[in-house]
């Protein structure tokens, strides 16, 4: 079990480019999550996957995000033509099951929009 | 006003004090959960509570439904349980955070 795991840890761009975060969950984790994180305050909740097919979108999540999951494993979350206010901390959790099953949380990767 | 509220925000504490923690919060739930996040970023989940009580170490942790109100306990804290707890619900399929709450134990 190497847990869950998120690259790169820390991003920094320019704004208006695109970034692409990366997740790979626990192995036979069926479900994944997406959280945002700003300074001080807690995560908040982007959008979850069920094996491929993504079940929930925030409307925080605008339509510069998207976030697939494209053979129910590894993950990924994109932002397009990125603005100084997507800095933050993204975070990424699996659990096994639906439902209130416990979620593991990867170390984040932390976006910095210059 | 939050759907998850935690009191305090802040806490300074001395090696050996005991330590409360509060959640309240305004929604329907299934489960609650106390998380414990270290400096860059690392969560790792403490408790999940549908009611009663759990204890695991020094931690505790006590839910009451009806008041839609948790507890996290430290006993006889020490400088490494400094770190940022969170509560977080379980509403319909995800999860809603509080805003967490910055622990400092003193040596």
């Known amino acids: ?114 | 006003k939050n759907e998850v509220e935690q009191s305090p925000q802040n806490l300074t504490a001395q090696e050996g004090e005991f330590i409360t923690i509060n959640c309240s919060y305004s929604v329907g739930i299934s489960a609650l959960h106390w998380l414990q996040q270290h400096p860059g970023g690392g969560i790792v989940s403490l408790f999940m509570l549908s009611s009663g009580k759990k204890k695991h170490g020094r931690l505790i942790a006590t839910i009451n439904i009806q008041e839609k109100h948790s507890s996290l306990h430290i006993t006889a804290s020490h400088p490494r349980d400094s770190a940022v707890y969170i509560c977080a619900v379980h509403n319909t399929d995800k999860l809603i955070f509080g805003t967490g709450t910055r622990l400092q134990v003193f040596p």
């Open chain 1, 1 to 114: 079990d190497t847990g869950v795991s998120q690259n790169p840890r820390h991003k920094i761009t320019k704004r208006g480019q695109n970034v692409t975060f990366r997740c790979d969950p626990i192995s036979e984790h069926n479900r994944l999550y997406w959280y945002r994180q700003t300074l001080g305050q807690g995560p908040e909740f982007l959008t979850y996957f069920q094996n491929e097919a993504q079940l929930e979108k925030s409307r925080l999540l605008s339509d510069r995000f998207s976030a697939e999951r494209p053979k129910g494993s590894f993950s990924t979350l994109e932002i397009q033509r990125t603005e100084q206010g997507d800095s933050a901390m993204y975070l990424c959790a699996s659990s096994l099951l639906a439902g209130t099953d416990t979620q593991y949380f990867g170390p984040g990767t932390r976006l910095t929009v210059l």
